[in-house]
């Protein structure tokens, strides 16, 4: 049973364009969302987060979309560029819980030259 | 940076021996987890530690795993008996509990059961 899902495996995106990675769970009680990203042979690394009472947040190139009653949240990057080139898992917790993160199967996102 | 470490990266044992991973988390953490990925699948959530006490655990991690933190500044996950399916890159990770509950991950160890 997932309760975080990733349903597309793979991307690919110009560099330069715009790349939006997408996530939805099924768990009602998560309230707080990050996304990591994975290069090949390294821990997953911490990227941007977002709490329940949000729908945006932002960081840099990095923006972070909530939509609670959709129970979807999505990654955009924008402009790509080839370090970005990775794995992006989506993951949620439920803070008022525990703090037991639940990861989703992650999108590799290739950037193209 | 603060970092999560884990030793070895690879660890290469015989099914049916006994294995152990080190991590050394944050030192101001106070909540531990343990988290494996078996090649071309997702991240699977094992267990979290906090107060010197497991606080939670998955179906995953049964009598054969256990974990410690055996001196204050060391993580370590056990498994007794290893099977060909614990064949995984094991990854530490630890968070804070001040309001910010981003987990720090360390860089993984590559476990292969022969």
């Known amino acids: 049973d997932q309760q975080v899902k990733q349903n597309s495996p793979s991307l690919s995106v110009q560099e330069g364009r715009i790349s939006i990675l997408n996530c939805d769970y099924t768990?009602?009680?998560?309230?707080?969302f990050l996304w990591y990203k994975k290069y090949p042979a390294e821990g997953p690394t911490f990227l941007i987060s977002i709490s329940s009472i949000k729908d945006k947040n932002e960081d840099g190139r990095f923006t972070v979309f909530l939509n609670k009653s959709a129970k979807h949240l999505s990654l955009h990057i924008v402009p790509s560029q080839p370090g970005d080139s990775a794995v992006y898992f989506c993951?949620?917790?439920?803070?008022?819980?525990?703090?037991?993160?639940?990861f989703g199967k992650g999108t590799r996102l290739h950037i193209l030259p | 940076e603060p970092e999560v470490t884990q030793t070895p990266s690879h660890q290469v044992t015989q099914m049916g021996q006994e294995v152990i991973l080190r991590c050394v988390p944050i030192?101001?953490?106070?909540?531990f987890y343990w988290y494996r990925q078996i090649l071309g699948q997702k991240v699977e959530f094992l267990v979290s530690f906090y107060n010197n006490e497991i606080s939670e655990k998955s179906e995953i991690f049964d009598d054969q795993f256990s974990v410690e933190r055996p001196d204050g500044s060391n993580f370590t996950l056990k498994i007794r008996s290893t099977k060909l399916e614990d064949s995984a890159m094991y990854f530490c990770?630890?968070?804070?509990?001040?309001?910010?509950?981003?987990?720090?991950f360390g860089q993984g160890t590559r476990l292969t059961v022969v």
């Open positions: 993951a949620a917790s439920a803070m008022n819980r525990d703090d037991k993160i639940i």
């Open positions: 030192s101001n953490h106070l909540y």
């Open positions: 990770a630890s968070s804070s509990r001040d309001g910010n509950t981003e987990a720090f």
């Open positions: 768990n009602s009680m998560f309230d707080y």
